[in-house]
């Protein structure tokens, strides 16, 4: 596989030759300072390249591998008269990114909220620290700081009645705390809500259920993935994180069925997919091994971390990278063979990208803040080597069988 990890660009105090040290050939950015629904020049793609090879000449080379993201329009996810014009504005960027030689892109069609956490410190026991999610606080968040009309609706009485009693003792700090995590928007997330006027935001998606959105998905495909194919390129959608509707929000990316239904809603292998592990193995209907070898031809980007569900429904951490409920042994062990299967039909198939999603906080990076939840270097440099390590054992286990 090729070993990427994310670059948030010269403002990102992880830099190029972090990731350099961590081993990584590819680079995954993004053009964040342009707003939503802008077309992406060209001469900005060049630059961004530019900068990513500026040290290329004397140390390991980088690449801009892959695009993450290329985000969606709200008009296009709440299917309105506007949808058109951010459509063509979308196909512009896949010129542009095409003609530079930029050809897999990653988005996601989560309405409103990219992914979601309600805790970015939850302390581990050797003193690391994750991005954690908990349901009840969820429910504390919607039913007492946004109090969503219909929102009890969504909680059972027992997780309801739970938070309301936990609101109750917290104090206006911890609850402050919680509604900028929930609204901030967390790195990638393009864009971050205040509580006051987040309401009205909602309510413009009263009219849009779970099949007005598959469907507006659908339109969006129909529209980019074939030029998407005639440009040669991946488009790779992103699961939703975590994969059930929050906040009265449809998502419809979570699911095997999900994934099916939209690969098939325009059958070109452009329309693709980012396998990240983390987000769909937060369902334990997901069965991620088979998954990825059902999927593998329209896998163009492949996230690797695993989640660890706890007690309560709904609920998850972080965990290490090899040490959560995803059987990372059985997904890797797909890709690899994907890999190898696409590299028999043509020696020239590119290397499948892939970068471990999230990392914790750790060793000297607990010391150092300003790097973003999720994407401090050393976390992300121990998921790297643990996911390398395997799939280096898994490709000489395949080729030479089990160590004598
Ligand atoms: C979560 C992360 C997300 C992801 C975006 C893609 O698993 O990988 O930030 O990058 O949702 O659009
Ligand atoms: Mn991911």
């Known amino acids: 596989m ?89 196909q512009q960027s896949l010129r542009h990114l095409a003609a530079c030689g930029v050809r897999t892109v990653c988005y996601n069609f989560m309405p409103m909220l990219d992914w979601s956490r309600t805790d970015l410190a939850y302390a581990l026991p050797d003193g690391s620290r994750a991005l954690r999610f908990v349901w009840q606080d969820l429910a504390m968040f919607d039913l007492c700081l946004l109090q969503r009309p219909g929102a009890a609706a969504d909680y059972t009485p027992a997780v309801a009645a739970a938070a309301r009693r936990q609101f109750a003792g917290m104090s206006a700090d911890a609850a402050a705390q919680l509604a900028r995590t929930v609204l ?102 997901n069965d991620l091994a088979g998954m990825a070898r059902r999927f593998g031809p329209r896998i163009h980007f492949v996230h690797l971390r695993a989640t660890r569900r706890e007690a309560d429904p709904r609920t998850f951490h972080e965990a290490d990278h090899l040490a959560g409920d995803v059987d990372m042994y059985a997904v890797v062990g797909a890709l690899v063979r994907e890999e190898e299967r696409r590299r028999a039909t043509s020696a020239a198939a590119p290397a499948l990208p892939m970068r471990p999603d999230h990392g914790h906080q750790m060793l000297n990076d607990l010391h150092q803040p300003g790097a973003n939840p999720g994407y401090s270097a050393i976390g992300r440099l121990r998921g790297l080597a643990e996911l390398r390590g395997l799939e280096y054992g898994i490709r000489r286990a395949l080729a030479e069988g089990p160590p004598s």
């Open 2 to 90: 090729l070993h990427t990890m994310r670059w948030f660009g010269p403002q990102d105090p992880v830099s190029l030759f972090d990731l350099r040290q961590a081993g990584c050939a590819g680079v995954v950015t993004a053009l964040h300072q342009l707003p939503v629904g802008a077309v992406w020049p060209e001469a900005d793609i060049r630059a961004r390249q530019r900068l990513i090879e500026a040290d290329n000449a004397t140390h390991a080379p980088l690449h801009w591998a892959v695009v993450e993201s290329l985000p969606v329009h709200e008009a296009i996810k709440k299917g309105l008269p506007a949808r058109d014009a951010y459509i063509e504005a979308y």
């Open 184 to 285: 901030r928007g967390l790195p990638g997330a393009e864009e971050s809500f205040a509580l006051t006027g987040f309401q009205a935001l909602l309510d413009e998606y009263a009219a849009v259920d779970a099949a007005a959105l598959r469907e507006h998905l659908h339109y969006f495909l129909r529209a980019v993935a074939p030029v998407a194919q005639a440009l040669g390129m991946g488009l790779a959608i992103h699961p939703d994180d975590p994969p059930f509707p929050l906040l009265g929000l449809p998502r419809v990316v979570s699911t095997e069925a999900d994934l099916a239904g939209l690969l098939a809603a325009c059958d070109v292998p452009a329309n693709g997919l980012t396998f990240c592990t983390g987000s769909l193995g937060v369902r334990p209907d």
